[in-house]
């Protein structure tokens, strides 16, 4: 050691110390890139470990050999050696930034353990409130935006006005408050500061957020009620998917767990063939809502309670277990395109001229990211188009200008969030993978840990081979839900437009996903037929099965006569009643001749599930009771008596 010393002290003393802070400085870099390496768990194991064991045992081979070299003063390879160490300890810093921030960028897509709600109360535009107002509360005292804020409004307004209850077990009790707040049965309701979102699509309240007026609000940090657990499954198994879209009027997802559910996706997808089925869940399809006791409503209402009804009610709906979510803001879809530089789609011509009474000139027309129309209205020629960002979530928007309404949504929707997924495949450069990075975190949130977002890597590598190949980078089974028109009369005296589904068409596209999830053994087919003359293409499962309707309606009798009454609860085995009542009863109609059917109890387009028997009320114009002492009495004679 002494004559290794002796000899030290004879070499440069600036390289000496110079190969003392390139050597500490590399080991400084090597630690912080070991760190970020490990954390990148299920990419590349092998080549990752490989790559560390070469980098710590490069650290000595250039400490002993430098050593050595500049003892012989041999200082032309001790520079050169320096260089590339300098070169690697350049990338470990660079390479554990980028790693960083990609971690960083995927951790921000998980729920947050605390949320901000805000509760808004809200009057009719031209309406004030005064001491003899009443307004309308979610009975309910865990219900954050309904009622806990909503007593914290009054509280700190001090409010004296009347609070009427809802029954939050109903179906959807905000609904209901909403149509009593138009019907003016009350002055003012408390609800989520999203209910311009959740409700403007509904028919009725197409104008909401200029027929009414925020008069007060509140916002506080609570423990997010609508946290999910992180799903045990790993992605190298079948896997199921559910794609929520929430359509703010914000860049960037809201904290607050309402949203609305215009966009139901359930995906499964197969990591091993790389295959998926898509089911788009139409918004108004009427089922049972898992957190309101499986009372019927649509679909979409289940998002006003948050993520976890949702989930719970398209599971019950299906029998299908969902593994993980994603909500996506459909703002977002804006700076998402612009950052894979825009997606191509072929847009489907319209059916009609008009949208919401805008002239489209055959061209899609929809209102621009902040929902205006004039000027600001989107237009997009039909056919295959490179859409940027304010096209591509119009499109996505639009369903006024096609006979299938909100399944013509559905359709584009699937079609932009594929063009998407394909272009993001392509990215360019550092920047433009962060571009597309900071886009995806601001607007997506998900069940999904940082090492499962992570291990997703050998999934798109196995995709970016088929890429390269020209081949389709997934295999997408298609699928229809054949649905029928369902008007269906609330408790609030309002009928809702709703959609009811054939059981056929659900029960077939279920197996394809199952059989998908290796749930299920899949039926081999060893014939099948197609014209020379026309391109061969699969049809969607479920399309063209129209058996089993999943709900049915009690049919309108009114105007009618008993006969065709009798004959319809004949045929579907109800109990039915019937009796006559003249024109001092709250039941008659004089605007109908005698002998037919003027009021029936229960009321038409009522729920079938929830009928027991029906009473039928017939005009009779000369009925008279016996000892009748008060002529203001309604009389109500069973024609049996």
């Not at 290794?4 to 390139?22: A, H, V």
């Not at 990609?102 to 805000?118: A, C, G, Q, R, W």
């Not at 500061?193 to 197409?206: A, Q």
Request: aromatic share 12%; charged share 25%.
């Amino acid at each position: 050691m002494k004559k290794i010393s002796r000899k030290l002290k004879r070499t440069n003393k600036i390289l000496r110390y110079l190969l003392l802070i390139i050597s500490l400085a590399y080991i400084v870099g090597f630690v912080f890139f070991t760190k970020n390496v490990i954390d990148l768990k299920g990419i590349e194991s092998f080549i990752r470990y490989a790559l560390l064991v070469f980098f710590a045992l490069y650290i000595v081979f250039y400490f002993l050999v430098s050593l050595r070299k500049l003892t012989k003063r041999k200082y032309i390879f001790f520079i050169l050696t320096s260089l590339l160490t300098i070169i690697f300890t350049v990338c470990f810093f660079v390479g554990s930034f980028f790693i960083d921030t990609l971690v960083d960028k995927i951790s921000d897509f998980n729920e947050k353990d605390k949320i901000e709600y805000t509760s808004y109360l809200i009057t009719m535009y031209d309406n004030e409130l005064d001491d003899d107002s009443i307004l309308g509360m979610i009975d309910d005292d865990n219900n954050i935006e309904g009622n806990i804020l909503a007593k914290q409004i009054i509280s700190d307004n001090k409010l004296t006005q009347k609070v009427k209850k809802y029954d939050s077990e109903t179906s959807d009790a905000f609904l209901t408050m909403l149509y009593d707040l138009y019907d003016g049965a009350i002055d003012g309701m408390f609800i989520s500061n999203n209910y311009v979102t959740l409700y403007s699509s509904e028919e009725d309240f197409g104008n909401i957020v200029s027929e009414t007026k925020v008069v007060y609000q509140k916002s506080g940090l609570f423990d997010n009620q609508d946290a999910i657990s992180d799903s045990n499954k790993t992605l190298k198994e079948p896997f199921t998917v559910l794609l929520m879209g929430v359509d703010s009027e914000y860049n960037g997802l809201n904290a607050n767990a309402a949203f609305n559910g215009d966009t139901l996706i359930l995906a499964t997808f197969n990591p091993k063939t790389l295959t998926a089925t898509l089911l788009s869940l139409p918004r108004d399809i009427y089922v049972p809502i898992a957190c309101r006791h499986n009372n019927y409503a649509k679909i979409n209402s289940s998002a006003a309670y948050g993520t976890s009804c949702v989930i719970k009610t398209v599971e019950n709906l299906t029998d299908i277990t969902i593994d993980y979510y994603f909500k996506i803001n459909f703002k977002g879809v804006v700076s998402l395109v612009e950052a894979v530089d825009g997606v191509d789609v072929e847009v489907q011509a319209p059916d009609y001229e008009y949208n919401h009474g805008h002239y489209c000139d055959g061209k899609v027309c929809e209102q621009n990211s902040n929902r205006e129309w004039g000027t600001e209205t989107i237009y997009i020629e039909p056919g295959w188009q490179h859409l940027n960002g304010e096209q591509a979530l119009a499109y996505a928007r639009c369903r006024g200008l096609y006979m299938d309404s909100d399944i013509a949504r559905n359709r584009h929707q699937q079609d932009i969030i594929m063009a998407m997924a394909s272009k993001a495949l392509h990215i360019k450069s550092y920047n433009h993978f962060k571009q597309i990075l900071d886009a995806i975190s601001s607007n997506i949130a998900t069940n999904m840990n940082t090492n499962q977002i992570l291990s997703s890597y050998n999934i798109f590598k196995e995709m970016l081979t088929k890429v390269v190949k020209d081949e389709d980078f997934v295999d997408i089974q298609k699928t229809k839900l054949e649905v029928y028109n369902l008007p269906v009369y609330l408790p609030s005296g309002n009928t809702t437009q709703a959609l009811g589904y054939y059981e056929s068409s659900l029960n077939a596209i279920i197996k394809a996903m199952k059989i998908n999830l290796e749930l299920e053994e899949g039926e081999e087919i060893k014939t099948f037929s197609y014209s020379l003359n026309e391109e061969y293409e699969t049809s969607p499962v479920g399309l063209g099965l129209r058996t089993g309707s999943s709900n049915t309606v009690l049919a309108d009798f009114v105007g009618k006569t008993r006969e065709e009454a009798e004959e319809y609860c004949d045929q579907i085995n109800l109990d039915c009643s019937f009796k006559y009542v003249d024109e001092n009863s709250n039941y008659f109609d004089e605007d109908l001749d005698e002998d037919l059917i003027a009021t029936q109890i229960p009321h038409a387009n009522t729920l079938m599930k929830n009928v027991d028997d029906v009473t039928f009320y017939i005009n009779g114009k000369s009925i008279k009771k016996a000892d009748q002492d008060d002529e203001d009495e309604d009389i109500v004679i069973d024609i049996d008596e």
